[in-house]
């Protein structure tokens, strides 16, 4: 089992920043992709950015590509989403998921083996 707990969501306005982080516990990462996926009110989970653990390889939507930076950090067993240039069509609540063995390019919504609860972005003026 992986447990995952999102944090760092809030209330921002356009063009701000934002760092979400993923805790993760349970088991070592080394064989998991990692990635974060977004749900707006109404729409379906769609898929933000993936890292590949083990390698560090990275993965984008287009939709969020120079501007959002995915990250981890092997000592805290954290895995972080740098938002920066926050639109408010960015606004979603935010979940962490994880895939064993899983590929990055893209990461889909069904693939993975566990989620976070989720952290809510707001971005509006």
């Known amino acids: 089992q992986v447990q995952l707990v999102e944090s760092g969501g809030g209330l921002v306005q356009p063009g701000d920043s934002l760092r979400l982080s993923c805790a993760a516990s349970?088991?070592?990462?080394?064989?998991?992709?990692m990635g974060w996926f977004r749900q707006a009110p109404g729409k379906e989970r769609e898929f933000v950015a993936g890292?590949?653990?083990?390698?560090?390889?990275?993965y984008y939507a287009d939709s969020v590509k120079g501007r959002f930076t995915i990250s981890r950090d092997n000592a805290k067993n954290t895995v972080f989403l740098q938002m920066n240039s926050l639109k408010p069509e960015d606004t979603a609540v935010y979940y962490c998921?994880?895939?064993?063995?899983?590929?990055?390019?893209?990461?889909?919504?069904?693939?993975?083996?566990?989620w976070g609860k989720g952290t809510l972005v707001t971005v509006s003026s």
């Open positions: 998921g994880a895939d064993y063995w899983g590929t990055i390019a893209p990461m889909t919504p069904s693939g993975m083996d566990y």
């Open positions: 349970g088991r070592t990462l080394s064989s998991y992709a």
């Open positions: 890292i590949r653990w083990s390698s560090g390889s990275t």
